[in-house]
């Protein structure tokens, strides 16, 4: 029998049943030695065959709980012990180790008649020899029946129950670990886009006004004034360090935007978003053009947002993304056909800030870059989103290699 079949834990009780077996066994040809039996020769040699076939089933790694080889096995040791059971009356004692032996590797369906099988020919072996026929003939073997089946069918129980804890435990230890990765990378994400922004906003900003008064001062310089070479070189260094800072901006963008455009990243948002019968559409209309890195991170995350509060609350099975390049300004629509909320009620809160980025996070962001965020909702009609930004001057121009001041 495979150790492995139960925790190490029941390796004590399984010495135990070897013991009794063999113990049993042992007193059948010691009492068949003392009492001078006629067929004594053949009861040590029957003893000593059914210890042997025994022994072979406990080494025989083939011999499996609910296993063929098993089934086999028992049987060969059932007609061993019958034969046994036939030359001598003590050999029934070993049938309540095969109690234990029939419950364990054989099927319920199985192990039961197998056992009521073996206690009726423990109570017959006393017709057959002749002993004296009296309630404890009966009782004795069934008793011990009984006691083996609630005994083996309630361990097995407990296994199984730990078994499920076990399990349960592994998984809870798993989803923890999960999670907590899951906020590690979260905690990340937030921190290289907090960095992105306090550069953009201080030191590209602060870079790019220097550069912008040096420009006008290096204006109204003629061309052989002394002071025109210095200030012609320190527009230069306030161009190459403004270059540098956007470098870092794009390099703490999100992940999403590093590998194309705005546009492809919120495609690829809309495919991989998905819920219970929910379908996620994305649109383009007018002209693109390249926005700055702080406009598309807005953008990006705002969308985020709206359709994880559409996945987790809305019930939508459709949701549409929208970005629209007109004249003076970009926005991002994000309809949804779900139940919806009303938005003079408390319901906003609980619609939008059990996780994700949150309706005051997003007009903040939305206000920190000139522009507007507006939701528009009513309960069983569907929730839009908008957020509208107003395009950085250099873009009006036509200078897309500028930043907005």
Do not use: K
């Amino acid at each position: 029998m495979d150790p492995r079949a139960h925790p190490p834990v029941a390796a004590a009780l399984r010495l135990c049943l070897h013991a009794l077996l063999v113990g049993l066994l042992a007193l059948a040809a010691v009492q068949a030695v003392r009492d001078g039996a006629p067929h004594t020769a053949a009861v040590i040699v029957v003893t000593c065959v059914m210890a042997a076939v025994y022994a072979a089933g406990a080494l025989i790694p083939a011999v499996q709980p609910h296993s063929r080889p098993a089934a086999l096995w028992l049987a060969l040791l059932g007609a061993v012990w019958l034969v046994l059971l036939a030359l001598s009356p003590d050999a029934l004692w070993v049938a309540f180790p095969l109690y234990f032996l029939q419950l364990h590797l054989l099927p319920t369906r199985w192990a039961l008649p197998a056992v009521a099988v073996t206690a009726a020919a423990a109570i017959a072996s006393f017709v057959l020899h002749g002993q004296a026929v009296t309630p404890g003939t009966f009782i004795g073997p069934v008793l011990g029946a009984a006691v083996a089946v609630a005994t083996v069918l309630g361990y097995d129980a407990l296994f199984r129950e730990s078994e499920r804890r076990r399990e349960l435990i592994e998984e809870l230890m798993a989803t923890r670990a999960e999670l907590a990765e899951a906020e590690r990378t979260a905690g990340t994400l937030a921190e290289r886009e907090r960095l992105a922004r306090e550069i953009h906003d201080t030191l590209a900003q602060g870079l790019s006004s220097i550069q912008l008064l040096l420009r006008a001062a290096e204006r109204t310089l003629s061309a052989d004034a002394p002071a025109t070479a210095h200030v012609r070189r320190a527009r230069e260094a306030a161009q190459e360090n403004l270059a540098e800072a956007r470098r870092f901006v794009r390099a703490l963008s999100p992940p999403d935007l590093e590998n194309g455009s705005l546009a492809a990243a919120l495609e690829r948002l809309a495919s991989r978003t998905t819920g219970p019968g929910l379908t996620v559409q994305f649109a383009v209309s007018g002209s693109p053009v390249e926005l700055p890195t702080p406009y598309e991170v807005a953008l990006l995350r705002t969308a985020q947002s709206a359709l994880a509060n559409t996945v987790r609350h809305a019930g939508a099975r459709r949701a549409e993304i929208t970005l629209s390049f007109m004249d003076t300004s970009v926005s991002l629509d994000v309809v949804d056909d779900g139940r919806g909320f009303a938005p003079g009620s408390g319901t906003v809160a609980a619609h939008t800030d059990t996780g994700g980025f949150g309706l005051p996070a997003m007009r903040s962001r939305a206000r920190s870059l000139g522009g507007t965020l507006s939701v528009e909702s009513a309960p069983g009609q569907g929730t839009a989103v908008a957020l509208t930004l107003p395009l950085p001057v250099p873009l009006l121009d036509g200078r897309p290699g500028q930043d907005a001041a």
